[in-house]
């Protein structure tokens, strides 16, 4: 269902709106959803007895964009355990209270190339990275607390704020974990053996089966997932839950591990970071653009859900979302050049980044002389990347005055588009 409670054909008989015009992203995300429904492969997870009674059926897609709107289709309000989509927002949290160099004591940064339940330790005993069970488990353990209670409350905690609202435990989906975890329990047993592993091994494992069990709607993972896109700001909310840093490092492992041993096909397929979950979720994202949240229980052999990954790569494909894409040359950052009685006025636009500076500074720069002023003015300009200011302010030191004490690069800059 879209936000606005239409029905899946988007159109309500009591709301004069064309729905193809008030909502066309439900559009889009209906399209992609209905390419994939006819495809009934896979099975669902029964190595957690709970989940092998889940209904296969559900089908969903939700977009939120980093703007804060968000789009749905399909059953996108059911509700499923998170399970290992899970990883990457614990790791963040992890991250933004401790730091890389002290998650890096505990858990590797690699692609270990194997599935998710891979018995997978670097020789110095870290596991490979955090998006596999092992390394998952110890991102768990160095949560903050000492008890499991303590820890699950930090997590929770921290995933409801990603989500933008209370997230419930699945009771019988955890007990059920707990009851049958011993692969899991092995994992942290090795951790703790190699002395990467933060807390005994029962408070790791048990916070973790808890973390999995987490109920999220398709709708929630979409916010979750925009909350890395923005850079760690809940695009709803607009609660800073994470640093800049803590998401772009987590955005990194899910490029690089997110899909397990499907994580190189998938970055050169749909080139989204991902992390998908044995319940029937993934998480994607698009950085500064959007999140996307999929479910659908029925799992491929690696555990990534059949029809999450048939829709995001139908999306990615038929809407160009390659993050990699080469967007074709931009029109130039230099609007218009005007030469008037010793004064240069310079009209810049859109979007600055180090190619667009570097245009601007290499074909401007000469035109600087001692009898005027070059002026370089952003006022058409949306945004400045943090780099290229510091390169344009620079300039203005660079390019002294004149004999008369007149600057010779200034910067006009109503809209405070260049960063400190
Ligand atoms: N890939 C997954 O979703 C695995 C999560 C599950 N709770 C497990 O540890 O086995």
Redesign the pocket.
């Known amino acids: 269902m879209a936000d606005d409670g239409r029905s899946d054909d988007g159109y309500d008989a009591d709301d004069h709106h064309d729905p193809r015009l008030t909502d066309p992203v439900h559009r889009t995300l209906a399209g992609v959803l209905d390419a994939a429904r006819p495809n009934t492969d896979g099975a669902v ?1 029964d ?2 007895p709970e989940l092998a009674d889940v209904d296969p059926e559900p089908i969903a897609i939700a977009l939120a964009s980093t703007r804060g709107s968000v789009h749905e289709a399909g059953d996108s309000r059911v509700e499923f355990t998170i ?3 899970s990883k990457p927002f614990v790791f963040a949290l992890a991250l933004d209270a401790l730091g890389l160099d002290t998650l890096t004591r505990h858990v590797g940064l690699e692609p270990s190339g194997e599935p ?2 891979a018995i997978s330790l670097e020789a110095s005993g870290r596991p490979d990275n955090p998006m596999i ?1 092992a390394g998952a488990i110890v991102a768990t353990s160095l949560m903050g607390g000492e008890t499991t209670e303590q820890k699950f409350r930090e997590i929770r905690k921290g995933l409801s704020r990603f989500a933008g609202r209370e997230l419930e435990l699945d009771e019988s989906v955890y007990a059920s ?1 707990a009851a049958t ?1 011993d ?2 329990r092995a994992l942290a047993y090795l951790t703790h053996a190699a002395g990467t592993l933060a807390a005994p091994v029962d408070v790791a494992t048990d916070a ?2 808890r973390q ?1 069990a987490l109920v999220v709607t398709t709708r929630d993972l979409a916010v979750m997932a925009a909350t890395l896109a923005t850079g760690g700001i809940n695009p709803l909310t607009r609660e800073r839950v994470i640093s800049a840093d803590a998401a772009r490092w987590t955005t990194s492992m899910m490029t690089s591990c997110g899909m397990y041993d499907a994580s190189g096909e998938w970055l050169l397929r749909v080139g989204l970071p991902a992390k ?4 029937g979720g993934i998480v994607a994202l698009q950085p500064e653009q959007f999140g996307v949240g999929t479910f659908s229980p029925r799992l491929d052999e690696r ?1 990534n859900s059949v029809r999450g990954v048939e829709m995001l790569t139908t999306m990615s494909e038929r809407y160009g979302l390659h993050m990699l894409d080469p967007r074709g040359e931009p029109l130039s950052p230099i609007a218009s050049l005007d030469p008037d009685d010793g004064t240069t006025v310079a009209l810049l636009r859109g979007d600055i980044r180090f190619a667009g500076m570097e245009e601007v500074l290499t074909r401007l720069l000469p035109l600087v002389n001692d009898d005027g002023c070059l002026v370089l003015d952003f006022t058409g300009v949306t945004r400045v990347g943090g780099g290229a200011s510091r390169v344009f302010r620079g300039v203005v030191d660079l390019a002294g005055t004149n004999p008369d004490g007149r600057a010779r690069v200034e910067i006009r800059d109503p809209d405070g588009v260049l960063r400190d």
């Not at 998908?276 to 319940?279: C, E, I, M, P």
Request: hydrophobic share 30%; glycine share 20%; charged share 10%.
């Open positions: 997870a190595y957690i399970q290992s989509a998710f339940n069970n974990e975890g692969r899991n973790y089966f999995c998908s979950g044995v319940g555990g």
